[in-house]
């Protein structure tokens, strides 16, 4: 898929664009499963039951990682809703820098997974591969209608080869295993997608809107810290804008709706009867 920018902020003005964007943003997204990202150009919109979504991607000419945003439902980081924060923020930000097929390097290593379809495995699951071959899988991903995640029943046993690579404990296991960590054999899929061995990567974090408090920040700081332990940060190229939003979930996005719609409708009737007639 070719990966293209995506610049919604450029297509409005002003305060219409700003009552478009909340209009655009409050539509109810496509049921999402798990925590899905939608491919580039996507809309962001948390789904019912997400702990958080990535989307806006946006990548160099060359292919490389620029931009994107992950929204966080509100209070993301309450025990109660998510008990590992850090867990969410650094797969979200996997995301974000990689495991989209929004970048053609990455993209261009997807194959078939051999044996799809048995063991477990789902058809359609994909696998990125340095060489397209069996042989060269570094990373078996779900099927592409479930989000680019690591897929938790290859742990590495037939027909993959045995590398070593326990997908159970990948930063993109789907299942958000509390503890689970950034790890080498996750960043290995990086460094050889992108080079980032070579480069390395400058992650710049945009607070959007200043919607995320202190405590909240300190989580997304964390997450790019533990990114900069396997690529150094500073004075690198590209230089890669991570934007984090806390949007409200969906049910109270209606309920906004349903609120602003209503006042609409009141100031109509209030103009209509201030009209003489
Ligand atoms: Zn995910």
Redesign the pocket.
């Known amino acids: 898929m070719a990966a293209s920018s995506s610049k919604p902020q450029a297509m409005f003005g002003g305060a219409l664009g700003s009552v478009l964007a909340v209009v655009m943003l409050a539509l109810p997204a496509a049921p999402a499963t ?2 899905e ?1 939608p491919p580039v150009a996507s809309l962001c919109g948390l789904g019912a039951g997400n702990t958080a979504v ?1 989307c806006l991607f946006t990548a160099t000419p060359a292919g490389l990682p620029f931009s994107a945003r992950t929204e966080y439902p509100d209070n993301f980081d309450a025990p109660a809703n998510n008990p590992d924060p850090l867990n969410t923020a650094e ?2 930000l996997f ?1 974000a820098i990689g495991f989209t097929a929004a970048y053609n390097l990455f993209a261009a290593r997807l194959i078939a997974t051999p044996g799809a379809g048995a063991n477990g495995i789902p058809a359609g699951s994909r696998s990125y591969s340095t060489n397209g071959a069996a042989n060269g899988i570094l990373l078996v991903l779900t099927p592409q209608a479930q ?3 690591a897929d938790p029943a290859a742990n590495g046993a037939a027909p993959w080869p045995v590398t070593g690579y326990n997908q159970n404990n990948d930063i ?1 296991q ?1 299942s958000q295993v509390v503890g689970n960590r950034l790890n080498a054999s996750d960043a290995a899929v990086l460094n050889n997608a992108f080079g980032w061995a070579a480069t390395g990567i400058q992650i710049n974090v945009v607070n959007v809107g200043g919607t995320l408090d202190a405590a909240d920040m300190q989580i997304m700081n964390n997450a790019v810290a533990a990114v900069n332990a396997f690529w150094p940060a500073v004075g690198k190229s590209p230089v890669f804008t991570w934007s984090v939003a806390e949007v409200p979930e969906p049910a109270t996005w209606t309920f906004m709706l349903v609120g602003i719609a209503s006042l609409g409708a009141s100031i109509r009737r209030r103009t209509q009867r201030a009209t003489p007639g």
């Open positions: 798990a925590d990202n990535t797969h979200e995301h989000g680019t995640h993109m789907p």
